[in-house]
C-alpha cells in the first residue's frame, strides 16, 4: 500500500470512532511533534516528577529488585 492510500486508509478509520478519549489521544499524537522540540519532562505533572526520582533515587541507593524476584514473591497471584 502507498502512502496516499494508507493515509486515506487511517482518515477513514478515524471518521469511523466514536471514542471521545481515543480522538483526544489521536490530536495529542498528531499535535505534539507540531509544538516545539522541548523535552516530555516539562510537560509531565510534578506528581510524576517525584515519583520519578523517587525511582532514580531508589536506583542509586540500590534498592532495586529483578523481574524474577519479583516473580517469585507473586507468583501466587500471577499463576493463570
Keep these: 500500500m502507498n502512502l496516499s492510500?494508507?493515509?486515506?486508509?487511517?482518515?477513514?478509520?478515524?471518521c469511523e470512532i466514536q471514542d471521545n478519549d481515543l480522538i483526544d489521544l489521536i490530536k495529542n499524537?498528531?499535535?505534539v511533534p507540531n509544538v516545539s522540540?522541548?523535552?516530555?519532562?516539562?510537560h509531565i505533572?510534578?506528581?510524576e516528577?517525584?515519583?520519578i526520582n523517587r525511582g532514580l533515587d531508589d536506583?542509586?541507593?540500590?534498592?532495586?529488585?529483578s523481574h524474577d524476584q519479583i516473580r517469585k514473591k507473586y507468583e501466587k497471584w500471577l499463576k493463570d
Excluded at 37 to 42: E, H, T
Excluded at 59 to 65: A, D, M, S
Design 59 to 65: 536506583l542509586q541507593q540500590g534498592k532495586i529488585q
Design 29 to 31: 499524537i498528531i499535535t
Design 5 to 14: 492510500a494508507e493515509k486515506l486508509d487511517i482518515i477513514q478509520r478515524i
Design 45 to 47: 505533572t510534578q506528581e
Design 37 to 42: 522540540k522541548s523535552d516530555w519532562w516539562s
Design 49 to 51: 516528577m517525584a515519583s
